[in-house]
């Protein structure tokens, strides 16, 4: 059974750029979870979804954050513009029941904004 | 400061030797979790334990969970060089940012 799908493995782009990473959950998994890992901050929820629905996102650092998850199988978290600051390691995971079950996550995608 | 800390913040050990790594929390929760995360790669879930449990097993891991004292224990049994990453906890109070990460302890098993 295929993991959680994420594209890119990495990115590198200049700041003011917009930047779209995706995530394909494990089928059946009802849950959707976007994180951000720094070595300064560690690993940050930022926003979940509970069958395509956007649940929490008050960890999304700025409104230049978004996220969306239009069907059971796709979500994006879309950053407009992107800045230095927002390098980091993201990574999207799913669980079939929320904190209450073993999250899968993805391998993440490297960010570098210059 | 973070829900959930762990401790050490980095460990060397031999193989064949035991590891423990312990996570300590402030306030109840409703589990807590052990991830363990290579380098370069995704979170990989080890262990959930709940708040009503005090020890779980699986293969060479074992979890134990002290409410009393808000906190919890990875041992890592036998330790082989293919253990080496970094040992996360995470706690779940309640939902959304009830749920948070330690800082993990980065294990080094010695060939």
């Known amino acids: 059974d295929a993991g959680v799908i994420q594209s890119p493995r990495h990115e590198v782009t200049e700041m003011g750029q917009e930047v779209t990473l995706r995530c394909k959950p494990i089928?059946?998994?009802?849950?959707l979870f976007w994180y951000r890992q720094t070595m300064m901050r560690g690993l940050e929820l930022l926003i979940y979804?509970?069958?395509?629905?956007?649940?929490?996102d008050s960890g999304m650092p700025e409104d230049r954050f978004s996220a969306k998850m239009p069907n059971a199988s796709f979500s994006t978290l879309k950053i407009q513009p992107s800045e230095p600051r927002d390098s980091a390691v993201y990574f999207c995971?799913?669980?079939?029941?929320?904190?209450?079950?073993?999250?899968?996550f993805g391998d993440g995608t490297r960010l570098s904004i210059l | 400061s973070q829900q959930g800390e762990e401790d050490p913040q980095a460990l060397s050990i031999q193989e064949g030797e035991n590891a423990t790594m312990n996570c300590s929390y402030k306030?109840?929760?409703?589990?807590l979790q052990w991830y363990r995360q290579n380098s370069g790669r995704g979170l990989v879930h080890l262990i959930l334990i709940r708040s009503n449990e005090r020890e779980k097993h699986s293969g060479r891991l074992r979890v134990t969970l002290d409410t009393s004292k808000k906190s919890s224990s990875l041992l890592i049994t036998a330790s082989r060089a293919a253990d080496t990453a970094s040992y996360f906890c995470a706690t779940d109070r309640n939902y959304g940012q009830n749920f948070v990460f330690g800082p993990g302890t980065r294990l080094s098993v010695l060939p």
């Open positions: 306030t109840s929760i409703n589990n």
């Open positions: 979804f509970n069958n395509n629905v956007p649940i929490d």
């Open positions: 089928s059946g998994h009802d849950y």
């Open positions: 995971a799913s669980s079939v029941q929320g904190f209450d079950q073993p999250q899968h």
